[in-house]
């Protein structure tokens, strides 16, 4: 089992940035590959960036390329979404995935096991 919680959301003006982190406990994520997705009001949730267990395998949606970077810490048990350039399109709740065993990151949700709670990012114009 690993139990995810989601930080570093919070309001920011568009062209700012923000650092999320993904703390996990209980087993260790260094066979896991790690998600951020995003849910917008009255949207589906969308994948954001995957990494793999061993961040040979980085992946982001065309919609934050050049702009969010995600890194892991396995020792830290940590993975972590550097967003810059934010837009107020950015504006979502931001979730952390888990899941063991796959090398690739998928961007589909339903391969996900493990989810945090979220946390809010809001952008402001």
């Known amino acids: 089992q690993v139990q995810l919680v989601e930080s570093g959301g919070g309001l920011v003006q568009a062209g700012g940035s923000l650092r999320l982190s993904c703390a996990a406990s209980g087993r260790t994520i260094s066979a896991y590959a790690m998600a951020w997705f995003r849910q917008a009001p009255g949207k589906e949730r969308e994948f954001v960036a995957g990494?793999?267990?061993?961040?040979?395998?980085?992946y982001y949606a065309d919609s934050v390329k050049g702009r969010f970077t995600i890194s892991r810490d396995n020792a830290k048990k940590t993975v972590y979404l550097q967003m810059n350039s934010l837009t107020p399109e950015d504006t979502a709740v931001y979730y952390c995935?888990?899941?063991?065993?796959?090398?690739?990151?998928?961007?589909?949700?339903?391969?996900?096991?493990?989810w945090g709670q979220g946390t809010q990012v809001t952008v402001s114009s």
């Open positions: 995935a888990a899941k063991s065993g796959m090398v690739v990151a998928s961007p589909h949700s339903t391969q996900y096991d493990y």
């Open positions: 990494i793999s267990p061993i961040s040979t395998g980085i």
